[in-house]
């Protein structure tokens, strides 16, 4: 069964961190590129952070400098290091991988809430 698992969404207060992380199965091959997206309500999901398997990333402009994507290609997983969290940083943080072959894959989503 194909499947992504994400972890690590959670309430934090303004200005603090969270990690997220996100596990393709194995049978997910050929991945060249991991990211993460978000949505708040009434909003379009937006890219949050991608990266290559060459190590390229690419950032959403509100995020620069706070976030930080990174992978493990040998555990297929992805990281998010979240830091100095705002209050519109609030939303369903989605994992997105892309596999040459097989397409693209999303994870169910983690709710990530910044309120004090």
């Known amino acids: 069964q194909v499947q992504l698992v994400e972890s690590g969404g959670g309430l934090v207060q303004p200005g603090g961190s969270l990690r997220l992380s996100c596990t393709a199965s194995r049978n997910i091959f050929s991945i060249n590129v991991m990211g993460w997206y978000r949505q708040a309500p009434g909003k379009e999901r937006e890219l949050v952070a991608d990266?290559?398997?060459?190590?390229?990333?690419n950032y959403a402009d509100s995020v620069k400098g706070r976030f930080t994507i990174s992978r493990d290609s040998a555990q297929n997983t992805v990281y998010l290091q979240m830091n100095s969290l705002k209050p519109e940083d609030t939303a369903v943080y989605y994992c997105k991988v892309h596999s040459r072959v097989q397409g693209d894959w999303w994870g169910q989503g983690t709710q990530v809430t910044i309120s004090s």
């Open positions: 990266i290559t398997n060459g190590g390229s990333t």
